[in-house]
Structures are given as C-alpha cells and as structure tokens.
C-alpha cells in the first residue's frame, strides 16, 4: 500500500460508510438498552464498534503489508483449522450460551463466535484446495477432481457439524452456502452449473412446505430454533410468544415509509424490538431514515459485491478467484438473511448486517476478508500495469 494509486477506492469507500454508518446507528439502535441499563451502555457499546473499526483498519493494513501470503500458505489454513476446532468444542461444552445457541467465548469486555471465523477458514481453505488442482479441474472437471480424492472435504463437514449442533444453524447454512459458491464458480462445465441451478429451484418448495408442516404441527415446540420457524410461518398467530420481534420489526418498517422519523426517533428500539443494534438494525434504519435509508446501506453492499465479482473474473490465479468470489458470497447471503429476517421472508438466523451490526467477530472476520480481496485487486490492477507498459 505505499502507493495509494493501488487502494480500490471503490471497494474503500463503501466499506468506510458502512462502518462510520453502523457506528451510528449502534448508538441509536442501543437507545432501548440504554432505558434498561443507563444511557452509559449505549455510549460504551457504540465505544467498542468504534474500537472493532478501528481494529478493523488495522487488520486491512496488517494484510497488505505484511501478512498476505501468510494467510493464504498452507502452514496457516492448518493452524486456522486446529484453533477453530477446539473454539467450536469450547463453545459447545462450556460456551456462553445466548439465544439458545451456545456460540461465544468471553475474551475481556467482549465475546469472540467462534463461527465467525470459520466463514473466513472456508474461503481461505477452499482457495487453496481449488489452486492446488487447478490443472486436475480445468482437464477433468471439478466432479471427477474431488471424485478421486475427496479426503479435504472431510475437513469442512466436521467444522460444519459443529457448528450445526451448537445449535446454529444460520451460521452452518452461511458456510455452507459460501463453499457451493466457491465449488460453483470454480468449475466451467455448464453441465453441472445448469444440474445445480435445477437442484436449488426443486429445493425452495421442499424448504417451504417443511417450514409449514412445522409451523402446523410444532406451536407447542419449545426450542428455541423451531419456535422461530414457526414464528416466520405466521407470526401474528404467536404475537405474545416467539411472534412479537417480527411484528414490531413490521411495525418498524411500516413506520418509516419514504424518508423515515429522522436520526435517533425510532419507536420500536424503546424495549419493543429485542436485538435492535445486531439481529433488527435494518429495522431501526428503515424506521429512522425511511426507504432511502435501507437503499442507501444495500446500495452500498451491492456496490462492493459487484466489484468483489469483478475482480475475481479479471484475475487468471484461481485461489485469488476464489477468495474474491467466496467473500462476495459471504456478504450476499449474510445481508439476505438479516434483512429476509427483518421481513419475514426467510426465518429468522440471527446473522448480522455486514459492517453495520454490532459485533466484534462480525467486524474482524469481515475485514480480514476485505482486506484479502483489496489486495488482490492491487495485485492484479499492478499486473494490467505492467503488461499494458510491455505493450
């Protein structure tokens, strides 16, 4: 980075807005907490984003200065892989147990999800098993490459297991969805783009007609993942019980209509609407500045998926590809399901809002992400350089 004519200012920017946008809207979207526990706890709360931001630049400077090839080495994937292996054991024997997912570890003043971090293992790992036979894949086939030798696959189904039975289930269909759209973009056969295009449209009914059969026959389900199923089916129908977020996360929306209360003015954030600054910011935002609001956050996330996709099809080394496509994946999912969740169009995961939700986790695992794909961008805008210089 000693040349700022490689930073890609338009991944920058947005990233910048975002977070400098999520900080704010922490601090309003706490105002309910602040009720409970003083007006201090919304300060210290918009104090530690502030501080994962910061955190966050720092880790995007670490990466491109000096840990880059570092993440990406063999040495590091395996080391990764063993730390989140005993985290996710961790968590799952003597974790701390929230929303009926035990998931987190205390570290000081805040908690570390272990899942989190696994969104980055997949990428890095799967970039590196889809370098390492780039040959074997462009000759045979991503199929018959993994056919032959499908041992590495082993490695992300246990991680994956694990995450599962924590329960969390968000997390595991994240990773899971980050993976398939690494494995997709990695092969070139239309044969088998076109069988898993035919796969998910046959699997979208099968997921709705299970939620409705579960929402029929489990109102008297008391845990705590099924109850949000059943929530998502109808929610007025448990508006005492596991209905009552989602109805006050319409009235949110509903509140807002065009341009919104204005900054600070949301009426669900004041004890209606539980996790209003991680799970239902988008809420707050759309009840605080309106449409406008919630096309400006999405614009922005657009914007840098886009340019994440761009890179990734102008780069030739596959584990650079790979990295730039997984991590779009990463942020396209994660914002589909927070904001699906925010209006019932998916069930509710409890996922975060890229760079805008409050969380620790949420913020490192993102930037370290962005930083890697920053750099590639740098990386490859350097070699257009110096072929179009040999030209």
Known sequence: MKNKSKIDWYLMIPYIFLCLFGIVMVYSASAGIGL????????????KQTFYFIIGLGIIFCVNKFFFKLILSHRFVIYLFGILMVALLYVKLLGKTINGAAGWISVGFFSLQPAEFCKLFFIIFFAFILRKRQTTIDMDGLGKSFKENWQPL?????ILFLI???PDMGGAI???TIVFVMLL???RSWKTLRACTIIIILLVPVFYFGIEFLAKHGQNIHNYQLQRIVAFYNP?????TSGAQLINSFYAVSNGGLFGRGLGNSIQKMGY???ANTDFILSIISEEFGLVGILFVLGLLYLMIVRMIKIGQRTNNLQYSSICYGTAAYLTIQTLFNAGGAIALVPLTGVTLPFISYGGSSMFTLSICFAL???ISSIEKQSRTQNNRRL
């Open 236 to 240: 007025f129908l448990h508006a005492q």
């Open 36 to 47: 409970s526990f003083g007006q201090g706890e919304a300060k210290t709360l918009a104090e």
């Open 174 to 176: 994240i990773n899971f």
């Open 164 to 166: 599962a039975v924590q």
């Open 154 to 158: 082993a490695i992300p189904g246990v």
């Open 273 to 275: 609407l539980p996790e």
């Open 373 to 375: 794909v920053l750099k």
């Open 185 to 187: 973009a990695a092969t």
